[in-house]
């Protein structure tokens, strides 16, 4: 079966850090783009960052918002990609997706709050 | 910064045609995608590369692109396609943009 699944969630406090996963299985995982999409909660979604396939570089991508304080890898061998997360804000409250586009995961909440 | 618009909503009966624009002008140059996305669910992609339909979704799906402004349509509509629409692009570089989303309300 082709899927994604997130885990690493929880509640953190302002300043504090976490680092989410996704681990994929069905495709070749070694070949794609994964990103990482959030939705805060009632909005919309917002692209987070991506990372190439190895192929390609495996060079990263952030928005603006995390950029300097998130970072995306992945580990082919298991394949599974990550988001290290530091520096956490309130406004980082989020549902966490990872997504090649076609497939998502289900989501992770990570939620940031004294 | 790049940005997609989209109508906050749409509303229509069942069986009647609903239409989604998405505006943006770099459109032209730049493949969308479109997402639905119900209560608590993750996004389904429903249309990719403007007007093509993935394995599994229904026919009534459809996509088509015109200038800086592409629209997904939902023919003859159902109680269940009522969901949040989402269009997206991406620069050369892989950076995804999203429209701001649009309530499918279903009457």
């Known amino acids: 079966e082709v899927q994604l699944v997130e885990s690493g969630g929880g509640l953190v406090k302002p300043g504090g850090s976490l680092r989410l996963s996704c681990a994929a299985s069905?495709?070749?995982?070694?070949?794609?783009?994964m990103t990482w999409v959030r939705q805060a909660p009632g909005k919309g979604l917002e692209w987070v960052g991506h990372?190439?396939?190895?192929?390609?570089?495996?060079?990263?991508d952030y928005a603006a918002p995390v950029k300097g304080r998130f970072t995306i890898s992945r580990d082919d061998s298991k394949n599974t990609l990550y988001l290290q997360m530091n520096s956490l804000k309130t406004e980082d409250t989020a549902v966490y997706y990872c997504?090649?586009?076609?497939?998502w995961g289900q989501g992770i909440l990570v939620t940031v709050s004294s | 910064s790049y940005e997609l618009t989209q109508p906050p909503s749409v509303s229509v009966s069942p069986g009647q045609t609903a239409r989604i624009t998405c505006f943006g002008d770099?459109?032209?140059?730049?493949?969308v995608y479109w997402y639905q996305q119900k209560p608590g669910q993750a996004p389904v992609l429903v249309i990719y590369?403007?007007?093509a339909r993935p394995s599994g979704i229904p026919e009534r799906f459809s996509g088509s692109s015109s200038g800086t402004t592409v629209t997904l349509t939902i023919s003859g509509v159902q109680a269940e396609d009522e969901a949040d629409y989402y269009c997206?692009?991406?620069?050369?570089?892989?950076?995804?943009?999203f429209g701001g989303g649009t309530k499918l309300t279903v009457l």
């Open positions: 997504a090649t586009g076609l497939i």
């Open positions: 990372i190439k396939n190895n192929t390609d570089g495996g060079t990263t």
């Open positions: 069905g495709f070749t995982f070694t070949n794609a783009w």
């Open positions: 997206q692009s991406a620069d050369s570089s892989g950076t995804w943009v």
């Open positions: 590369e403007d007007s």
């Open positions: 770099k459109l032209p140059k730049q493949y």
